[in-house]
């Protein structure tokens, strides 16, 4: 079974800096595509950036140039660097993953979640 297991959130004033990790475990399950999409209290999940199985990555208008995703194949970890938070960064961040063995660019959203991780931007 394919277990994805976030962490680094926490609360960080505005302007400071956090890094998630997602570590993948599972037999058989090597990290391929993998994204992080977050939810905020009364709104729908949003995706915040990707990396695709051979590194392209895409990120939100909204996170470009304050947000970093990149991805360890040999930790099987997908990491989500954060910087120059802002308060309406707040939210639950979900890590969404493939297998590599999916391809590069599997369908959106990927076959796995884990079950998120909260970030509170506040002063």
């Known amino acids: 079974q394919v277990q994805l297991a976030e962490s680094g959130g926490g609360l960080v004033q505005p302007g400071g800096s956090l890094r998630l990790s997602c570590v993948a475990s599972?037999?058989?399950?090597?990290?391929?595509?993998a994204g992080w999409y977050r939810q905020a209290p009364g709104k729908e999940r949003e995706l915040v950036a990707l990396?695709?199985?051979?590194?392209?990555?895409i990120y939100a208008d909204f996170v470009k140039g304050r947000f970093t995703i990149s991805r360890d194949s040999a930790k099987n970890t997908a990491y989500l660097q954060m910087n120059s938070l802002k308060p309406e960064d707040t939210a639950v961040y979900f890590c969404?993953?493939?297998?590599?063995?999916?391809?590069?660019?599997?369908?959106?959203?990927?076959?796995?979640w884990g079950q998120g991780t909260q970030v509170t931007v506040s002063s």
């Open positions: 990396v695709s199985g051979i590194g392209t990555r």
């Open positions: 969404n993953a493939a297998n590599k063995g999916d391809g590069s660019t599997p369908a959106r959203p990927y076959q796995y």
């Open positions: 599972g037999s058989s399950f090597s990290i391929g595509a």
